[in-house]
T-cell receptor, first 118, second 108 residues
Framework: EAGVTQFPSHSVIEKGQTVTLRCDPI?????LYWYRRVMGKEIKFLLH????????ESGMPNNRFLAERTGGTYSTLKVQPAELEDSGVYFC????????????????FGPGTRLTVT | KNEVEQSPQNLTAQEGEFITINCSYS?????LHWLQQHPGGGIVSLFM???GKKKHGRLIATINIQEKHSSLHITASQLSDSASYICVVRSGTYKYIFGTGTRLKVLA
């Protein structure tokens, strides 16, 4: 079974440009999560989709970030315009449960996309 | 038996008290996270540990790899500490197993 995949693995862009990150969850997983780890800091939650609906987007830092999950399959996270502080690793995770509940449950993480804004 | 267990599941404390939340796990891990989630809010990662002890403000996290146990301590608890605290272990390359969570309520 294929795991969670993310594309690209690494992106280098200039400040002010736009970047779109993609996440393909494990097939059949309704829940999809985006997290990011900014350099030197802990992982932070960004948002949570249940199928195509945004269940919780309280972690999105500002309106330069836009996440979509059309059709409830893969998801994209667009940063427009990118700023220097957006540099970091963006992780996507998926889980099969219908509703997000406090554990125990597993989230399968993708390898991450390393974003560098120069 | 869950692979990651926390205790207690629910905790009520008076403002100013010292609080300890425990996490025990039965799988091999490469890292352990402590997360905080406020009601209706997203998750914030408080600590990531692979050994020893970390401190951030009033929060202290420790891990004992041999005993497969971690603790989260909150000193001089405040009302704003009321939240759920979740222990998450990283087992395998990208597999994270969440603990049962501890719901903390701090009273004035």
């Amino acid at each position: 079974e294929a795991g969670v995949t993310q594309f690209p693995s690494h992106s280098v862009i200039e400040k002010g440009q736009t970047v779109t990150l993609r996440c393909d969850p494990i097939s059949g997983h309704d829940n999809l999560y985006w997290y990011r780890r900014v350099m030197g800091k802990e992982i932070k939650f960004l948002l949570h989709f249940v199928k195509e609906s945004k269940q919780d987007e309280s972690g999105m830092p500002n309106n330069r970030f836009l996440a979509e999950r059309t059709g409830g399959t893969y998801s994209t996270l667009k940063v427009q315009p990118a700023e220097l502080e957006d540099s970091g690793v963006y992780f996507c995770a998926s889980s099969p449960q219908v509703e997000f509940q406090l554990g125990p449950h597993e989230q399968y993480f993708g390898p991450g996309t390393r974003l560098t804004v120069t | 038996k869950n692979e990651v267990e926390q205790s207690p599941q629910n905790l009520t404390a008076q403002e100013g008290e010292f609080i300890t939340i425990n996490c025990s796990y039965s799988v091999g891990i490469s890292a352990l996270h402590w997360l905080q989630q406020h009601p209706g809010g997203g998750i914030v990662s408080l600590f990531m540990l692979s050994s020893g002890k970390k401190k951030h403000g009033r929060l202290i996290a420790t891990i004992n790899i041999q005993e497969k146990h971690s603790s989260l301590h909150i000193t001089a608890s405040q009302l704003s500490d009321s939240a759920s605290y979740i222990c998450v272990v990283r087992s395998g390359t990208y597999k994270y197993i969440f603990g049962t969570g501890t719901r903390l309520k701090v009273l004035a």
